[in-house]
């Protein structure tokens, strides 16, 4: 009979995504409404149900349950990835890598670009994508720190080191306009002249615009 209850539950998180949520609160999920791990009968479980469970948290992108040979409860758990964090008035939210909202964490504080202005069905889509851009280069990463969306629809982005602001426009062509401001900002820091711009235009694909 001892071979038909858990020994244990245990968690193992996969990916590098910061703990947003933590074992303790796994285990919550997988356990709740029994006492501990060892009351669980191994043929009363119910595996789907766990992995919707785990799914249906705000911090989890999705997960695995299984039951190994020797009777330990095993969920492999992927934490959602912000890649932006909103505000809106009195609310704070991020925007995940898939461009759903996930909620602040207790446990962790993401650093990536803070966004203000309006996000709405019609510009979710495409800011989304803008944020994954941001997010999967190591120097945009590190450099875009701030994210103004203006009532035109059209971007002004924060660096990190420097004063100037960043004339994005729309939500086209943006790969190419990320290009056009690393190729310029690998040039122009090597001659200081970055310290002189107040804004750095990349509205127009062709060229790089630069006002003192």
Do not use: W
């Not at 919707?52 to 992108?61: A, G, P, T, Y």
């Amino acid at each position: 009979m001892k071979s038909r209850k858990l020994r244990k539950a245990i968690v193992i998180f996969v990916g590098d995504n910061a703990p947003f949520v933590n074992q303790e609160t796994v285990n919550k999920l997988l356990i709740e409404n029994n006492r501990d791990a060892q009351s669980i009968g191994k043929d009363k479980l119910d595996l789907n149900k766990l992995e919707k469970v785990l799914n249906s948290h705000d911090m989890i992108e999705k997960s695995e349950v299984f039951v190994s040979v020797d009777g330990v409860l095993k969920a492999i758990v992927k934490q959602k990835t912000p890649v932006a964090r909103v505000f809106n008035g009195d609310d704070s939210f991020y925007i995940d890598y898939k461009g759903n909202t996930m909620p602040l964490s207790a446990n962790f504080t993401a650093r990536v670009p803070l966004v203000s202005g309006e996000i709405n069905k019609k510009n979710r889509e495409d800011l989304a994508e803008l944020f994954r851009i941001i997010h999967d280069d190591e120097f945009l990463k590190k450099n875009i720190i701030g994210v103004q969306i203006m009532p035109n629809g059209s971007l002004r982005m924060l660096n990190r080191n420097f004063n100037y602001q960043i004339d994005f426009g729309g939500t086209i062509r943006m790969k190419a306009k990320f290009n056009n401001y690393k190729a310029f900002f690998q040039k122009a820091v090597l001659d200081s002249s970055l310290y002189k711009y107040k804004t750095i235009d990349l509205r127009f694909v062709q060229q790089v615009v630069c006002s003192k």
